[in-house]
């Protein structure tokens, strides 16, 4: 009985504590989440192979860096694994918070952003704590796009300031001017 009490209470504190990482790296990083909240919301299936391919390749390739530093004994190869892995827990993060906001946003579209942000929050964690279903197919399907929506609109974002910088540049040469 007492097992089962520590698993409820250890999923409330997690969930509590989620809760708060959602909305710090909401207020703390606004452009990132909203632009990884738009990726996904436009376009989860190609989020979902942009996030499964990375995912893959670089858990391989971290877990051959981990495998290479235990098998030669050279243990700062585990360096490389370690920064691959906190990678992924970053685009995780990200990618979480910018889901769960989509999720608040769509369960109470007229309420304040931080009670949907919270609803939305605890939608993803219910959701996750599912047997069976929760933990093989919604956690990883969320895991996955999120990760892949972040890179995507990372991405974007990158593309549309390179185009913003040349069409510039090119309507100033247009006008005679040189950069």
Known sequence: M????????????????????????????PRV?????????RSPGRSFVVGFVNIFFLGAIGLG????????????????????YSLLVILLGFGLTALSQMTGAR??????PVRQHVLG????????LTP???????FPYLAIVGTGAVLLGTVRARGGQ??????????DQANGDSV
């Open 2 to 29: 007492d097992e089962g009490l520590g698993a409820v209470l250890i999923a409330l504190l997690s969930g509590i504590g989620l809760t708060g990482l959602f909305l710090a790296t909401a207020a703390l990083f």
């Open 33 to 41: 989440v909203d632009r990884t909240r738009r990726t996904a919301d």
């Open 65 to 84: 860096f981990s495998a290479l530093a235990d098998g030669t004994g050279l243990e700062f190869l585990q360096l490389p694994a370690l920064l691959i």
């Open 107 to 112: 369960l109470i579209p007229d309420s304040h």
């Open 121 to 128: 929050t605890w939608a993803l964690i219910l959701g996750g």
């Open 132 to 138: 069976f279903i929760g933990w093989f197919a919604f």
């Open 162 to 171: 390179s185009q913003t910088k040349s069409s510039s540049s090119d309507s």
